[in-house]
């Protein structure tokens, strides 16, 4: 599986446009977070909510559920802003099991300043 530029030919796609629609998909998310926040935030106590593990578990999960639903699909909003596509080697979609794979070595990645964004 790789993010190509082009759905045609699979040719990778190049860090910039890559860090381009990570920047699309974080304020996406960022946003989707806020509202999945405030509407369940009556029920864990407003402020008290994030020191709640329920409320962080469930924050994760939006968050997954985004990336997850789009990369089944071929490509997060951001990675349409910019025409990049992921492919699979055999041409089939991803499934949840690796969709949670990959967005928890994003994380993994991310946490370690991006080393693992240059080396894709």
Known sequence: ????????D??????????LACLYDSVIVAGLLLIAGA????????????????FTIYLLAVWFAYF????RRGATLGMRAWNVHLVSSNGAP????????????AWLSAALAGLGFLWA
């Open 1 to 8: 599986m790789e993010a190509s530029c082009d759905s045609a």
């Open 10 to 19: 699979s040719k990778p796609c190049g860090l910039g446009r890559r860090l």
């Open 39 to 54: 509407l369940v935030s009556p029920w864990f106590g407003g402020r008290q909510a994030l020191r709640d593990p329920l």
């Open 68 to 71: 997850g639903w789009c990369w």
């Open 94 to 105: 991803l499934g949840w099991w690796r969709c949670l794979l990959r967005l928890a070595l």
